[in-house]
Each structure stands twice: as C-alpha cells, then as structure tokens.
C-alpha cells in the first residue's frame, strides 16, 4: 500500500516537474521570440530602411547625373556654335550643380568643363583683340586724313583698353602706337604754324594786293594830270 502511494507521488512530481519544463520551453520560446522582434526592429529594420533610402538616393543621383550630362552635351553644341555667353552659362551651371548635389560627373566631363571654360576665355580675348585692331586701323585712316586730335584720343584710348585689359597688339603694332601717339602732338603743332603761316601769307597777300591797288590809283590820277 505505501508502494502504491509511493508511486503515485513520484508519477504526481513528475508530472509536475514536466509541465514545468514545458512552460520553461514555452517561456524561453516567447523571450527569445521577443529577442528576436526587439532585435529586428531596432537593428534590421533600420538597416533595410537605410538600404531602401540609399536606393532611392542612389536612383536620384543616376537621375540628376544623367540630366547633367545632358546639359554638358548641350553646352558643348553651344560653344560649337560660338554662342559663348550662352555655352558659359551653360558648362558653369553643369559644374555648380554637380558640386551642390556631390555628383561624380567623371574626370573626362570636369576636365572637359574646365578646358571648354578656358576656350570662352580665350575666344573673348581674341574678339577684343580684333576690336582694338579695328580701332586701331580707324585711327589710322584719320591721322592720314589729318585729323591729328581725333586721330590721338582713338589711339590714346586703344592703348589704355591695351594695357587695362593685358592685350598685345602685337610687337610691332604696339611700337606704332607709341609712334603715332607722339606723331600726333607734333603733326597737330605743325599743322597750326603751317595755318598760321598760310594766315600771315594771305595777310602779306593781301597787305600787297591792296598796296598795288593804291600804286595803280596814284599812277591814273597823275596820268590825268591837274
């Protein structure tokens, strides 16, 4: 009988020490489910989002460099067409953009950029170049016209533009503008004594014309007698 009772008490502790690794199980379960839940959305799922973000961040930049590198190929049309104001703009905006936004447009584009930069640069110099020579040319035609006064103020004025702007004429266009600024004083000197000799001239001419006049007069009266 005690057997008996013996055994069902140690069938009863079992049973009890069963469930209680059971809900031990269940209880390691559910805190490592909540481990993992806790682990996901503060690890993981950042992570994706961050992943999903840099996506779309990446697909923008592909977007924004592809619509940059379609205004570069516009701008170069431009220069092509020596629109240089307008190609300028056009490549300075490419290259603003792209540093704005941390665009990698490639080495041959930013060099292209800078080189096609240095081109305008360069083109502009040449045209003011010409404008200067035309000027030049134009003061010429009125120092051979003797018009010396007009003829300095062009040339004066072409050499300021020169020398403000860092543009040479050339080395010898450079000494003959010296030369005819320093003609022109002395060319408009010897135009005004040469008027003043031509004044004194016809003066002298007329001082004798009328002298003779006088002679001829006196001569007919006496011919005539009392």
Request: hydrophobic share 40%; proline share 1%.
């Amino acid at each position: 009988e005690d057997g008996i009772r013996d055994l069902v008490r140690s069938r009863g502790l079992g049973d009890v020490y069963k469930r209680q690794e059971e809900e031990l199980k269940k209880a390691i379960g559910v805190g490592l489910f909540m481990l993992a839940f806790v682990v996901a959305v503060n690890v993981f799922l950042p992570m994706v989002v961050a992943q999903a973000e840099k996506g779309e961040a990446t697909e923008a930049e592909a977007t924004l460099e592809d619509q940059l590198l379609e205004e570069y190929k516009q701008a170069q049309a431009l220069l092509e067409a020596e629109k240089l104001d307008e190609a300028e703009k056009a490549f300075v905006a490419v290259r603003d953009k792209a540093e704005a936004n941390d665009v990698d447009l490639g080495g041959k584009v930013t060099r292209g950029i800078q080189k096609a930069l240095e081109s305008i640069a360069e083109k502009r110099k040449e045209m003011r170049k010409q404008q200067l020579l035309d000027a030049y040319h134009a003061a010429e035609v009125l120092f051979e016209e003797g018009k010396y006064e007009q003829a300095k103020k062009e040339f004066e004025k072409v050499k300021a533009d020169r020398e403000a702007e860092g543009i040479s004429l050339g080395w010898m266009t450079n000494r003959k503008l010296e030369a005819y600024i320093r003609d022109c004083d002395q060319k408009a000197v010897e135009l005004v004594l040469a008027e003043e000799e031509a004044r004194r001239d016809a003066a002298a001419k007329s001082d004798a014309d009328a002298a003779e006049a006088l002679r001829k007069e006196l001569l007919d009266k006496f011919a005539q007698g009392p």
